[in-house]
């Protein structure tokens, strides 16, 4: 979605203007919704876990259950904070790119779409596959994996935002465009892992709830009030100052909460609730 919507929308843009980019990028979306409403069969909860499915727990139980985790709410906060450099990224590099160094979209687009799209791809999987293998030996690399990413990301922020060329940003960028989005699959998994399998879509609403309170709601509008209140006297250069100012000290708090995560993850996983 993200490299689709980077892609197509850059180019799109760049040649019949932004109205018809959302047009034409947010439509397929439509169309899938509908396709999904109307030919997927709600599967039954539970059927890979062992026995018959039980019922399934009132909201309260669910909250209660997490609530006693101190895994899920280290966990809840970093990635909340996590998605909060990711949405601002993902929101104000193309803004950043046009300001500071006057990219054309379409091309800009391109490399987003290679970088965020393809790069955030690779990071989910993998990082997935990598927590899954060293967890054989200690499932505290569900948390400790995602701090890990999460501190190497923040000396790129720093480059990134200090760079003074279009490409050396974009090349720089690579890698957390990778390590970005470590997090997210280890974050869903080891919730779940913490409760039954009958609480795991509440528990994951709830995670999310937070995720996009704090990243989605935060982070795109922390840097953009930032970047108005420096404009006066940076001018183009203040959203690159915004993202650096905003972006390395979160992600730093990120990967903290990761690593505090680390400390109950087997305590709590042993008594997740069957």
Do not use: K
């Not at 701090?147 to 720089?172: E, K, N, R, W």
Request: proline share 5%; hydrophobic share 55%.
């Amino acid at each position: 979605g993200i490299l689709f919507g980077f892609l197509a929308g850059g180019w799109l843009n760049e040649f019949f203007g932004w109205r018809t980019a959302f047009l034409v990028v947010g439509l397929p979306g439509v169309a899938l919704a509908l396709i999904l409403r109307f030919t997927l069969a709600e599967p039954i909860r539970g059927l890979q876990d062992g026995g018959a499915p039980a019922a399934s727990p009132s909201f309260g139980e669910v909250l209660q259950v997490l609530w006693s985790r101190p895994t899920f709410w280290h966990l809840a906060m970093g990635a909340g904070l996590h998605a909060f450099c990711g949405y601002a990224t993902a929101n104000w590099t193309a803004s950043y790119m046009i300001r500071s160094f006057d990219m054309a979209t379409g091309e800009l687009g391109t490399w987003l779409a290679l970088i965020i799209g393809l790069g955030g791809a690779v990071g989910v999987f993998g990082g997935g596959v990598l927590a899954d293998r060293l967890s054989e030996r200690d499932q505290r690399w569900y948390a400790w994996l995602p701090s890990i990413c999460g501190f190497l990301i923040v000396p790129f922020m720093v480059l990134i935002y200090t760079a003074q060329s279009a490409y050396a940003a974009l090349l720089l960028s690579v890698i957390p465009g990778i390590l970005f989005n470590v997090y997210l699959g280890n974050t869903i998994a080891t919730t779940h892992a913490i409760v039954s399998p009958q609480m795991r879509a509440t528990a994951s609403a709830v995670l999310f709830l937070i995720l996009n309170i704090i990243g989605l709601g935060a982070g795109p509008w922390v840097v953009g009030v930032l970047s108005d209140v420096l404009a006066p006297s940076l001018g183009d250069e203040s959203l690159r100052n915004a993202m650096l100012y905003a972006l390395p000290p979160v992600m730093t708090w990120s990967a903290i909460h990761y690593l505090l995560a680390a400390r109950s993850v087997r305590e709590d996983i042993a008594r997740a609730p069957r």
